[in-house]
């Protein structure tokens, strides 16, 4: 450090100066007026300085030399008529102090541009400085000078005429520019006053300073006196000194001044809005102190007493467990040791609010009436033989195990480490439409349980499952445990909708979280994040929803019993129209029974023309539509009831959306497009498979948004038609000239998998032998570059779509064979199937050999 102000306020300056024996008027000096008549005779280590009366001289005497030592300053800007303590610590600086004491005691003082260079040169400092003169000096132990200078005018840097021992440099002295206006004296009285301001804000000014200051007259004493103490940046400081004119100066002056006092405003005005929020939170703790010492005298509980002893009620009626009871009494013990303006206080009140409000103990007693539960699974859904079967088997086991408890005790060795299971978890797997989620509150109302629906839909955080830790502000309990509150039962039939849809992120894994809900090994002792204590699930029977498999984790899978529900046929969407969705409509536009009639022919006309689809959901739309035109009829008069007939649908719901299989005659009419017959969430659906050929050299595309799978079916379908063009009659050399194209319709949606394999080999052949293929044929099998044709999944569904598209024949994979018998029988009787192992045997069938012409 070349010179800076000494580290210390304006009392500690005092007191150092004072311990020094300066007995003077020190509010006097440090505003730079005039020295006292002693000040002449000043100690420098007990050395006096030239003090004869002929040498006594006044400030406004000195005579500056031409030429001065220049002492640097960093941080620091000191103005004439002020006086400013340094500390001095470098060895140059230290040299220049002790030359410049032993002559006549005047040095410039300059402010380097960057206060963080330890050796500045002449090019690192500002061009105006202060001439000063030393009036004090003593050293310290730790080697440094401690000065006490005064400004006496300011210079303009000339040429350095020297750099080493330190700095020496030609001045040009630059006199101010005295202005006495009005203005000026406006000026000056408005530092003065915001400088009395700031001084009220910041105690460590002393109160005679800012008495000395407000008895300044002088303009330009006030703008260099209220600048030596103003807190503001080191270039503003300089700019003050190099300013001219005294207004200019003062102008600059206020300006700082105002924005200083705006600043230490604010921050008071922030410092006394948190006091107040102190001191109103330590008035209210201190009312609540005297309330509660009142109501002890007067025999009255408080408030939180009351809110405790409600609480301890609660759980006793609630029957925690012991672990879960344990936590709770801890809990409350904190509680009642809280003031209820506590910010903890709400937080442990509704931790032990949801404790007391799970149903621990609270069930509903089984339907173990076997009759009656079919009843009522037959009189809310048709058809869905395979999941009736199995609840009827839950509640037979249930019923038998109840009845032969205590023999089963007695004859059965206990498992000690596999807890005895209770619930049951089932997975519903099905397209869109056929019931699955109505199907949860069918089997509650049949077992007598409440039901309780979660939708895992679109789900990522794994905290929607088990919740959030209670460090959390707002933390709750997770989707589980706030379903059990709300259904009051520890084993009703809880339903996780769509959970085949579940995602994840960096919030964790949902899925993951099932884990342990959704097993019975488990959850018996399910803890969720909030609540910290085990909470039983093993009475509660879950039923899991999904479109397709695909997508569920295996782990999770392998926890669940799964169900399958295909799409239904003709005949069961009859049924369900004419005793469900006809009836829910009517009721629902508001008609009378005798209003509207529907024979099975318009309803058959509705389903095959307006629908196709795997469930019912479309439908009930349509005859929805049915219905509210009825409606609007009979509101304007024109009709009292209505009788439904294929016209009257024409009529109401337009031309017809679906042609059957008009469509797919019209388009196999050419040779080299077949149907196939494909499986996608939403249940079963035809494919048509398109192949065409030109002028070219082995060229061979597969477009419509298929996938590798299916393109690697493409190539073998290719692979084998030329292997076996001899025999196949094709000409051999086919694929020398002629590129070949294969396209899949629907071309936005995604294609995939392989049993499309069958159905490519048969377009192609029907492309290259120029023979059409049968209109009423559809086709589904995976082949291999031998021509074998291997078995695929989704039978079921396949064919019921092929069913709802009018096809009639169907060829079929030889080992498909067993899959046969979960066809309706209905769709068996009106469908021939072909099993085929072979793609020879596939080919025969499907293309028919050419009339010979006469």
């Known amino acids: ?30 505003l730079g007026m005039s020295l006292s008549e002693n000040s002449n005779i000043l100690k420098l280590e007990e050395r006096p300085v030239d003090s004869s009366e002929n040498n006594k001289e006044s400030e406004n005497e000195f005579a500056i030399p031409e030429e001065l030592p220049i002492l640097p300053l960093r941080g620091l800007v000191v103005y004439p008529q002020t006086a400013v303590p340094l500390t001095i610590g470098q ?70 005429t020297s750099e080493e021992p330190y700095l020496k440099a030609r001045v040009i002295p630059a006199p ?47 703008a260099y006196s209220i600048a030596n103490f103003e807190r503001m940046e080191l270039a503003d400081a300089q700019a003050i000194l190099e300013l001219d004119s005294v207004e200019e100066k003062l102008r600059k002056l206020v300006t700082i001044l105002a924005r200083e006092s705006e600043v230490l405003d604010l921050g008071q005005k922030i410092q006394n809005e948190a006091r107040s929020e102190i001191e109103k939170v330590q008035r209210n703790y201190f009312l609540h102190e005297q309330l509660k010492a009142i109501q002890k005298e007067l025999g009255e509980g408080d408030e939180n007493a009351e809110d405790i002893n409600e609480l301890r009620k609660k759980l006793e009626e609630a029957a925690l467990p012991e672990e879960a009871l344990k936590q709770a009494n801890r809990e409350l013990d904190r509680l009642s040791r809280l003031p209820t303006s506590a910010a903890e206080y709400g937080v442990i009140r509704t931790y032990v609010e949801w404790l007391s409000a799970l149903p621990w103990k609270k069930s509903t007693e089984d339907n173990l009436d076997i009759v009656n539960a079919r009843a009522v699974l037959d009189e809310d859904h048709y058809g869905l033989k395979d999941v009736k079967e199995r609840i009827l088997e839950y509640l037979a086991v249930r019923k038998l195990r ?185 009721k629902e536009n508001g008609l009378l029974p005798k209003e509207i009639r529907m024979d099975d022919e318009s309803i058959l006309t509705v389903i095959r023309q307006y629908t196709r689809e795997a469930g019912v959901r479309g439908l009930e739309r349509e005859i929805g539509a049915i219905c509210r035109k009825i409606v609007t009829s009979i509101s304007e008069g024109k009709k009292k009831k209505a009788h439904i007939q294929i016209k009257t649908v024409h009529e109401m719901l337009g031309r017809p959306k679906f042609l059957g299989n008009e469509e797919i005659a019209r388009r196999t009419s050419i040779p080299g497009v077949a149907t196939g017959l494909a499986w996608t969430p939403t249940g079963g659906d035809i494919l048509f498979i398109e192949a065409s050929k030109m002028p070219g050299a082995k060229g061979f595309q597969i477009t419509g948004s298929v996938g590798t799978v299916m393109q690697e079916s493409a190539h073998a379908a290719l692979t084998f ?38 159905t490519m080999t048969i377009a192609l052949v029907s492309l290259l032998t120029d023979r059409p293929i049968r209109p009423d044929l559809g086709m589904t099998g995976e082949i291999t570059l031998r021509g074998q044709i291997l078995p695929v999944g989704g039978i079921k569904e396949k064919m019921l779509a092929a069913h709802r598209a009018g096809l009639k024949t169907i060829i079929l994979p030889k080992l498909n064979e067993p899959d046969l018998d979960d066809i309706p029988q209905e769709v068996r009787n009106d469908m021939k199937f072909y099993l085929v192992e072979q793609m020879e045997e596939a080919i025969k069938i499907a293309i028919p050999k050419k009339k010979a012409k006469k």
């Open 91 to 160: 060895p140059r600086s230290i040299r220049l102090v002790d030359d410049v004491i032993s002559g006549n005691r005047i040095i410039g003082l300059v402010t380097t541009r960057n206060p963080e260079l330890e050796n500045p040169g002449p090019q690192d400092l500002y061009s105006v400085g202060t001439v000063a003169i030393i009036h004090r000096l003593f050293r310290t132990p730790d080697g440094t000078i401690r000065i006490l200078i005064q400004g006496l005018s300011r210079f303009h840097l000339g040429e350095f």
């Open 721 to 758: 038609v030329r292997s076996h063009a001899k025999e196949l009659e094709i000409d051999p050399s086919f694929f020398q000239n002629e590129d070949i194209h294969l396209h899949v319709p629907a071309g936005a949606t995604p294609k995939d998998g392989p049993s499309a394999g069958v």
């Open 402 to 586: 109840l009845e032969r408890k205590s023999q089963l005790e007695n004859e059965i060795r206990t498992d000690r480490i596999r807890k005895e299971r209770e619930g049951v978890i089932l997975c519903f797997v099905g397209p869109p439409g056929v019931g699955k989620t109505s199907l949860g509150q069918s089997i509650a109302r049949a077992l007598g349980r409440k039901f309780i629906r979660v939708s895992l839909g679109g789900m990522r955080d794994e905290a929607e499952i088990r919740g959030h830790r209670r460090t959390y502000i707002g933390a709750l309990p997770g989707r589980i445990l706030q379903a059990m509150r709300r259904v009051e039962s520890n084993n009703p039939v809880f339903m996780l909708d769509e959970i085949d849809k579940l995602g994840f992120d960096f919030h964790g894994d949902p899925a993951s979280a099932l884990l342990e809900v959704l097993d019975p090994e488990q959850n018996f002792e399910f803890r969720d994040h909030y609540l910290e204590v085990a909470f039983d699930l093993s009475q509660v029977m879950f039923i899991t929803t999904a479109n397709s498999l695909e997508t569920i984790p295996a782990p999770l899978l392998d926890r669940m019993e799964i169900i399958q529900l295909a799409g239904y046929t003709e005949r069961e969407k009859l049924m369900i129209a004419k005793s469900y969705l006809i009836p829910r409509q009517i």
């Open 1 to 30: 450090m070349v010179a800076s102000r000494w580290n210390a306020n304006l009392r500690e300056i005092l007191t150092w100066f004072e311990d020094s024996n300066l007995n003077q008027n020190f509010g006097d000096l440090l």
């Open 176 to 222: 101010e520019i005295p202005i006495d206006t009005l203005e000026v004296e406006a000026l000056a009285r408005n530092a003065r006053d915001q400088f009395e301001h700031i001084a009220k804000m910041i105690p460590s000014i002393p109160r005679e300073l800012v008495e000395s200051i407000s008895n300044i007259t002088d303009p330009l004493q006030t």
